[in-house]
C-alpha cells in the first residue's frame, strides 16, 4: 500500500492504562482496522473503505483520516487529551500562527 499520510494523527486509547497510540496514516489505520475485533458494521466498513481508497490514492487521505476518527470515537477508544479535530474548518487545517 502507498503511505496517505494524515495531516494530524489519530490518537487512540485501547484500554485504560496503556499508552495513547497514534495513527499517522491510512495504511496504519488499516492495519488497526483488520485486527479490530468486531469487524463489521456502516461505521467500521465506511472507514476501512475510506483508509483502502486512500492507500490507492493519497490525494483523499484526510477523508481516510476523518472516516477513521469517527470510528474511533464511536467505539470509544479516541483519546481525550486533545482534540484534534477543534483544529479543522471545514477539511482545512485551521491557521495556527499569523
Known amino acids: ?3 496517505a499520510q494524515f495531516d494530524l ?3 487512540i ?6 499508552p ?11 492495519d488497526f482496522l483488520m485486527g479490530w475485533p468486531v469487524q463489521d458494521g456502516p461505521i467500521f466498513e ?12 493519497p490525494g483523499v487521505g484526510e477523508e481516510a483520516r ?15 487529551d486533545v482534540p484534534l479535530d477543534s483544529l479543522y474548518e471545514g477539511e482545512r487545517l485551521k491557521q495556527l500562527r499569523e
Open 13 to 18: 486509547l485501547v484500554r485504560s492504562g496503556d
Open 66 to 80: 476523518r472516516s477513521f476518527t469517527t470510528f474511533a470515537r464511536t467505539a470509544g477508544i479516541l483519546a481525550r
Open 9 to 11: 494523527p489519530v490518537r
Open 46 to 57: 465506511r472507514a476501512m473503505a475510506a483508509c483502502l481508497a486512500a492507500s490507492a490514492n
Open 20 to 30: 495513547v497510540m497514534e495513527i499517522y496514516s491510512a495504511e496504519e489505520a488499516c
Open 1 to 3: 500500500m502507498d503511505t
